[in-house]
Antibody
C-alpha cells in the first residue's frame, strides 16, 4: 500500500523557518516526481512545488519562489520542504503527493498524504 | 497561468440524484490534461479522474468525467451518502499547475 506521512508542521513566527518532511513507503520512491500542495484554512488547493525522481529538476509556484526549497533523499524515501521567510499567508495544511504522468514538472497527484498544519503567527 | 472556474459553488442534492459539476478554463487545456479530486473533512484529497475522463484505480463507475478544450464536467450518476464532499478540478497541461476553487456537494 502506498503511504505518505508528513511531519514537521507547527507554529512559527513571521520571518521564521520550518522544514517539512514526507516519509514515503509502498512504492519505488526514486521513480516518481513528488510535490507539495497546500490548503489555507477554509480555502482551496494551491500547488507549491515539485521535484523530479532524481532530484535534478525542481519547480516552484511564484508565491514561494526564492523562499521555499524542495529536496529529496531517495536513500531514505523522504521528501522535504525547507520554508524560509515565512509569512502569515503561508498558514496552511501542507500535503505531499506523488506525481503521476510526470513530465517537465507537470502531472496529477495520486495519492496524497494526510497533511501537516503550518501556522505562521506572532 | 490557466485559471479554472468551478460552478456551482455549492450543489444541494438528495441521495440517488445526479450531480453535474463544471470546470471552465481561462484558456484551452492541452490534450485534456485535467484531473478531478474529492475532498472530505479531515481527509486527504483523493484522485477520481485524470486525462479528463479516465477513472483512477478503485473509483466507482458512477463517477465520470468529460470535456475538452476549456469546458470539463464531472458527473456523479447517482449520489451515494459517501459522495457528499468538495470536488476540485486541476489542470496539468501547462505550468504552473492550477486548481479550481471547488464545488461543495451537500445533502439537500
Amino acid at each position: 500500500e502506498v503511504q505518505l506521512l508528513e511531519s514537521g508542521g507547527g507554529l512559527v513566527q513571521p520571518g521564521g523557518s520550518l522544514r517539512l518532511s514526507c516519509a514515503a513507503s509502498g512504492f519505488t520512491f526514486s521513480s516518481y516526481g513528488m510535490s507539495w500542495v497546500r490548503q489555507a484554512p477554509g480555502k482551496g488547493l494551491e500547488w507549491v512545488s515539485t521535484i523530479s525522481g532524481t532530484g535534478d529538476s525542481t519547480y516552484y509556484a511564484d508565491s514561494v519562489k526564492g523562499r521555499f526549497t524542495i529536496s529529496r533523499d531517495n536513500s531514505k524515501n523522504t521528501l522535504y520542504l525547507q520554508m524560509n521567510s515565512l509569512r502569515a499567508e503561508d498558514t496552511a495544511v501542507f500535503y505531499c503527493a506523488r506525481m503521476k504522468g510526470f513530465w517537465s514538472g507537470r502531472g496529477w497527484f495520486d495519492p496524497w498524504g494526510q497533511g501537516t498544519l503550518v501556522t505562521v503567527s506572532s | 497561468e490557466i485559471v479554472l472556474t468551478q460552478s456551482p459553488g455549492t450543489l444541494s442534492l438528495s441521495p440517488g440524484e445526479r450531480a453535474t459539476l463544471s470546470c471552465r478554463a481561462s484558456q484551452s487545456v492541452s490534450s485534456s490534461y485535467l484531473a478531478w479530486y474529492q475532498e472530505k473533512p479531515g481527509q486527504a484529497p483523493r484522485l477520481l479522474i485524470y486525462g479528463a475522463s479516465l477513472r483512477a484505480t478503485g473509483i466507482p463507475d458512477r463517477f465520470s468525467g468529460s470535456g475538452s478544450g476549456t469546458d470539463f464536467t464531472l458527473t456523479i450518476s447517482r449520489l451515494e451518502p459517501e459522495d457528499f464532499a468538495v470536488y476540485y478540478c486541476q489542470q496539468y497541461g501547462s505550468s504552473p499547475l492550477t486548481f479550481g476553487g471547488g464545488t461543495k456537494v451537500e445533502i439537500k
